[in-house]
């Protein structure tokens, strides 16, 4: 463990079962930090995370829970407490994404992705804050989206509710320090393999390709690390904010 920039630290990381989540979790564990696997549905994929993480050296635990409803996110803190003492790191990863055309979007779907996207990261922000500013320190790192920053018209709900969790990521900013800092990583089209190439993207981003899992999780490291940086939004985009 020596050498490692995040030894002795736990992280917990909201739908980390897969894709980035999943990335996020392995990196963090890779830097030294034990992790908590939240994940509503996944269960297979998030118990073989848990195996990963465990093999290389690392604790892990999987707790299930929907964590946009607060009665959920309690007992994942809970947990998160009674195994392993501490929290000082929170990755709110957790969140969906569909398009629907706005004069024929549900109210139904407006409330599913507010509540995943945005209720969630309030609720876990919310509930971590005692818990960190009792230790004297912590790491707040919401994932949010290049849709919080852009508007696509056919994702007005998606974009919407990026949008506050930028917003949100700069409140909390302000009002959590100076032991917490909170910082908000935005990817943009981030693939994994076996996914069909996602060309117009390709096209016209500067980088000329799509992003990975490990490049999200890298910048999650960097604000994990950073000591002096907070209210910040890093796009993770190949330069799509520039085009």
């Not at 996207?117 to 960190?132: D, G, H, R, V």
Request: proline share 4%.
């Amino acid at each position: 463990m020596e050498g490692k920039p995040l030894a002795g630290q736990v992280a917990l990381v909201t739908g980390a079962a897969k894709r980035v989540g999943r990335s996020i979790a392995l990196r963090l564990a890779a830097e030294g930090a034990d992790l908590m696997i939240n994940y509503e549905s996944s269960k297979p994929e998030a118990q073989q995370l848990v195996e990963e993480i465990k093999a290389s050296g690392r604790r892990a635990l999987a707790v299930q829970g929907d964590v946009s409803q607060r009665s959920d996110v309690q007992k994942l803190f809970a947990a998160t407490e009674a195994e392993f003492k501490r929290l000082d790191i929170l990755v709110n990863n957790a969140g969906m994404f569909f398009a629907a055309d706005f004069e024929q979007l549900t109210e139904e779907q407006w409330d599913r992705i507010l509540n995943t996207n945005l209720k969630s990261q309030f609720l876990c922000c919310q509930t971590a804050a005692p818990i960190m500013k009792r230790q004297g320190r912590g790491r707040i790192i919401n994932i949010s989206s290049l849709g919080g920053l852009l508007p696509w018209p056919a994702y007005t709900h998606y974009c919407v509710s990026k949008a506050g969790s930028i917003m949100l990521t700069k409140c909390l900013a302000r009002a959590l320090g100076p032991e917490i800092t909170v910082n908000s990583v935005a990817p943009g089209t981030i693939q994994f393999p076996g996914e069909k190439p996602d060309e117009d993207y390709i096209r016209k981003v500067p980088l000329h390709r799509t992003g990975t899992g490990d490049e999200i999780a890298q910048a999650v490291l960097y604000f994990a690390t950073a000591d002096f940086v907070t209210g910040q939004i890093l796009a993770v985009d190949g330069g799509r904010l520039l085009v």
